[in-house]
């Protein structure tokens, strides 16, 4: 049995058997601790030995999601209720995972804003606001979300979404340092959480969609300086190459790519293995999506949609694995890491496990970066699989979306599994993926032009739209769809999977007490039993949950929390695909549960649906498909997909501005730049902003027609 092999586990399985008591015992080996957020190496090292913390975004440095508590178990988990709530006073989304040490939860919530609770009652001890400019906010491909803090040494370190990296300390929440780590005249921001190794803090960032060029930092935890940084796509061939790495990479690029940035961000995943000590990076698609426009003549496009090892201590290149070369679908391969050591053919081997967007699950040779084993975990139609010999996809013929009316492409840019995290339990020697079945119909763009506020996709984003043929558009959501999956990376094959009404559903979180518990899109916080996917308990959580929930003790009892609240780029941007899953509302609270529970969280107040009254639609059909391409390029990725908002941000087709000019002050003058709406002066002028209100004002009628449900 794999969990044989895995020393900790059965060290930790021994304890129990001995002493038929529960792990929480196990405080009493937790290290004596120099104050607040005392977090170091050896800590990291060996968080095993201390479960009842959470010390790290994915718990340990190998990121498993896996806690040995097993106070709470299959036995007894009907009997687990809510200990406490925290209400944010936010509508914008939710993905961080708290980290928990020595009885205080560290997390952050939308707009990179930071918080620490008492863990066992949920009482703010103190919380600290970077104040983000909210105009910032249009850079942001997928909302205002941050994924979380890292602690180190008695210091929270936050990511903003305006590209600063601040340290706080962690006893008060006051100001230590803070750095830019980006150049401000480009769409970077900040959403990852930071990772610490060897007393630096390791950061990356956003931005591929829009025009950056991707890298990865490493900063001084004491001091704020940075120590090295690591490129990912090669710059301007004309200027020297920062690394010998992207001189070779350069070889793969063609046309003037450094132009348009080249993408390839860190913006989610990076692991650090201190066995091996390296570190992993996962690199995101290339920009724009359309590798014909990206790098007209071709070419692989390293290090795009990669994992690459590097040295901590420099950022030197080590070895790299491309999952997907010459991207054309937003393929990122940012999506968390797990380090594990399984049995492959009668060895343990240290690998990597993977499960990037592009539907495909990864066991990679962390040693030298070899793939040992590929197999979709999920319908795909872009490839059949991958040659283990070349380690390159075979792709199927419609994958680089050719002629006039290409296909649909599955999975689409949300990938088959985002940045929700995944986790993985050496017990059942299972990994449990959230998965998205969604596709996408890319075709490329005439006539592509670099627009600085706009998505810079390269493709036609009109014909990605939903079409409005009823018959049309029921097939199309017929296909949408959502799972959590037990896969076994040993024999690369399904264990048991549970259906979804639709994607996007939380991270996940695998214990010893034989539990999954993973929010769900349609409102729920759920358990399952860990070997058979039997459901055990859930909860009404009132509101979409997409965060990775956490386990920890205080005083020796065991507590499971989640963030929940809804947003992310599926709402904002998808229109009436993001209905599939569930018509919640954003309801952003801390929840935290324990055996006997008796909190209760207060009945949603009723909310009075607005009503449709748009003017009436005189244009000529020219006008509004001249402000549907405006539309879907400078406005779909917030408003959602042909004006049908997914419920997070304003629907326009209910907007009073419909009817009268001061849409044009919002559009142009920035009249809501305080809330994040800037003015698209620049790029959109008063004819194209009409043009826009004039397709808005079409679909709004059109869905009165229809009767479309709208929140
Ligand atoms: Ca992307």
């Not at 939860?105 to 918080?115: C, D, E, N």
């Not at 969609?209 to 935890?221: N, P, Q, T």
């Not at 704020?224 to 940084?229: E, I, N, S």
């Not at 097939?475 to 994607?503: F, H």
């Amino acid at each position: 049995m794999s969990w044989l092999v895995d020393a900790r586990i059965a060290l930790v399985l021994t304890v129990v058997v001995s002493c038929g008591c529960n792990l929480s015992t196990t405080k009493h080996s937790q290290p004596q601790t120099a104050g607040p957020g005392s977090v170091t190496e050896v800590r990291l090292v060996n968080a095993d030995h201390e479960p009842g913390n959470w010390l790290a975004y994915g718990r340990t440095y190998n990121e498993e999601r896996f806690s040995p508590l097993q106070e709470i178990s299959g036995r007894n988990v009907n009997q687990l209720g809510l200990a406490w709530s925290f209400d944010l006073d936010t509508h914008r989304g939710q993905e961080a995972t708290p980290i928990v040490v020595d009885g205080v939860m560290y997390f952050t919530s939308a707009w990179s804003r930071v918080f620490a609770l008492n863990a066992a009652t949920g009482a703010l001890l103190w919380s600290y606001d970077p104040k983000v400019p909210r105009e910032w906010g249009v850079n942001a491909c997928c909302d205002v979300v941050n994924r979380g803090v890292a602690l180190w040494k008695g210091k929270v370190y936050v990511g903003t979404l305006d590209g600063r990296l601040v340290a706080l300390d962690a006893a008060t929440g006051k100001l230590v340092w803070e750095q830019l780590t980006i150049d401000r005249n480009w769409r970077y921001t900040i959403t990852g959480a930071p990772r610490i190794v060897k007393g630096k803090v390791i950061i990356g960032n956003g931005g591929g969609e829009f025009g950056v060029r991707g890298y990865v930092s490493a900063y001084d935890a004491e001091s704020g300086q940075m120590v090295w940084r690591f490129y990912t796509v090669p710059g301007d061939p004309a200027k020297p190459f920062e690394s010998p790495i992207l001189a070779q990479a350069a070889k793969t690029w063609s046309g003037e790519w450094w132009k348009n940035g080249g993408g390839g961000t860190v913006w989610d995943a990076i692991v650090y293995d201190p066995e091996l000590d390296l570190l992993y990076v996962g690199t995101g698609n290339g920009g724009p999506w359309n590798g014909k426009i990206r790098s007209p003549k071709g070419g692989d496009n390293l290090l795009t949609c990669s994992i690459v090892a590097l040295r901590p201590e420099t950022g030197e290149y080590v070895w790299h694995y491309q999952e997907d070369a010459a991207d054309d679908w937003d393929f990122d391969s940012s999506e968390q890491i797990i380090l594990a050591d399984i049995p492959i053919d009668g060895k343990t081997r240290k690998v990597l496990l993977h499960a990037p967007k592009n539907g495909i699950f990864y066991v990679i040779d962390r040693e030298n970066g070899a793939v040992i084993s590929a197999r979709p975990y999920t319908f795909i139609n872009w490839a059949t699989g991958v040659d283990l010999k070349t380690g390159r996809p075979m792709e199927t013929d419609i994958a680089h979306y050719p002629g006039e009316n290409p296909p649909p492409i599955v999975p689409g840019p949300l990938g088959a599994h985002s940045w929700q995290p995944m986790s993985y339990s050496p017990i059942t020697g299972l990994t449990y993926i959230p998965v998205n079945d969604v596709g996408f119909k890319f075709k490329a763009a005439d006539n592509f032009e670099f627009k600085k506020l706009a998505a810079n996709y390269g493709i036609d984003t009109v014909a990605a739209g939903m079409p409005q043929d009823p018959t049309i558009k029921k097939a199309i959501l017929d296909t949408v769809k959502g799972k959590l999956v037990a896969w076994d990376p040993v024999q690369q094959k399904q264990a048991w999977a549970v259906e979804r009404p639709g994607p996007w559903n939380g991270g996940t979180l695998a214990t010893a007490g034989n539990l999954v518990f993973e929010g769900t899109a349609a409102g729920r916080f759920e358990a399952y039993r860990a070997d058979t996917g039997e459901k055990v308990w859930s909860f009404d959580a009132q509101t979409g949950v997409m965060a990775g929930p956490v386990t920890y003790t205080v005083k020796g009892e065991q507590y499971v929390a989640i963030l929940a609240g809804w947003g992310g780029v599926f709402p904002l941007a998808t229109g009436e695909v993001s209905f599939k899953s569930g018509r919640v509302r954003n309801v952003s609270r801390m929840l935290a549960f324990k055996l006997g529970g008796k909190a209760s969280l207060p009945p949603l107040p009723e909310v009075e649906e607005p009503i449709l009254n748009p003017p009436r639609s005189v244009a000529d059909s020219a006008t509004i498909h001249r402000g549907e391409a405006l539309f879907q390029r400078f406005c779909a990725s917030c408003h959602g997909d042909v004006a049908v908002s997914g419920g997070v941000l304003p629907d326009l087709r209910y907007s009073s501005t419909l009817a009268n000019d001061r849409w044009f002050k919002i559009v142009r003058d920035g009249a809501y730049q305080s809330l994040g709406m800037v003015s698209f002066a620049k790029e959109v002028s008063q004819k194209d902003a009409a043009d826009m209100r004039t397709y808005v004002i079409f679909r709004a009628n059109q869905s009165k027609a229809d009767q479309v449900p709208h929140k």
